[in-house]
């Protein structure tokens, strides 16, 4: 959904009834499953403004346009809920980035995603 969000110029509201008729059945997600991950894409996309300077100042020597767009991505996702999702542990939420950047991204970026997520979340106060 962030990537239709990002590169389609799909409004906010428009990204349910995009993503959801095409990958519903593979993605078979209960109705709770697909409020989280809404509210996941909602609130990264709501939050930016907070996300992206952690993201610059983590990214040492890169600037975010020059990111992957497809590793900005899930970087801004993770980064999300670190600040924003507290019953989901930091561990959990950077594992699951990495699994994100193994199956979307190259083997580079898994080290990379890694790196910033780490220094973000020893810099978040996560309570």
Do not use: C, Q
């Not at 610059?56 to 900005?72: G, K």
């Not at 199956?103 to 978040?124: H, M, P, Y």
């Amino acid at each position: 959904m962030l990537y239709a969000w990002e590169v389609g110029g799909l409004s906010e509201d428009d990204l349910s009834a995009a993503f959801w008729p095409e990958h519903g059945e593979t993605l078979a997600l209960s109705a709770a499953g697909r409020g989280f991950a809404e509210r996941l894409v909602r609130g990264t996309i709501a939050d930016l403004a907070g996300i992206d300077p952690l993201i610059a100042a983590a990214a040492e020597h890169w600037r975010l346009s020059r990111l992957a767009l497809v590793d900005r991505l899930i970087l801004r996702l993770a980064v999300y809920e670190l600040r924003r999702e507290p019953d989901t542990p930091a561990p959990v939420v950077i594992n699951e980035a990495l699994e994100l950047a193994r199956t979307f991204s190259g083997d580079e970026a898994v080290g990379f995603v890694n790196g910033v997520l780490d220094g973000i979340r020893k810099t978040l106060t996560i309570e």
